[in-house]
């Protein structure tokens, strides 16, 4: 009796629930939760693979001689569409304080990205509960 109050019901009974407009929106919103989760873990992926680029373009800068220039091209990933147009002649020193720089905006996009998919997975727990606690084994919401 105390189950049936706190909304969980037997399997059985939980093949015959009918889904009404509330369920729908939450079963909607868990969609939506993980599109977006499936969203953010690309952008980790990219982050952490330019950040890796880049930590890699920092320990080769460090074997060049100090007098070396060389070309370093500059631009938003997002604005060149892989295509790097624009090239600048630099020094190591400045070219250091840039990928430090271009680093620390990585490491910053990684956190952001992975303080929103903490809240998307928390909320999606708490959809998954509700959801399940009413249809039970009647809904999946697995990937």
Known sequence: ???????????????????????????????????????????????????????DAQTELMLLDDHDSFM???????????????????GTDSTDEQIETLMNKCNAKVEGFEKELSGKLTDMDGLKTKLYAKFGKSINLEE
């Open 1 to 55: 009796m105390a189950a049936e109050a706190a909304g969980l019901r037997k399997v059985s009974e939980a093949d015959n629930v009918e889904v009404d407009k509330q369920d729908q929106l939450m079963i909607n919103s868990f969609n939506r939760l993980n599109n977006r989760k499936h969203e953010l873990l690309e952008l980790i992926k990219r982050q952490k693979e330019q950040l890796s680029n880049l930590e």
């Open 72 to 90: 370093f091209a500059i631009g938003d990933e997002h604005v060149r569409h892989g295509n790097i147009d624009t090239f600048i002649h630099s």
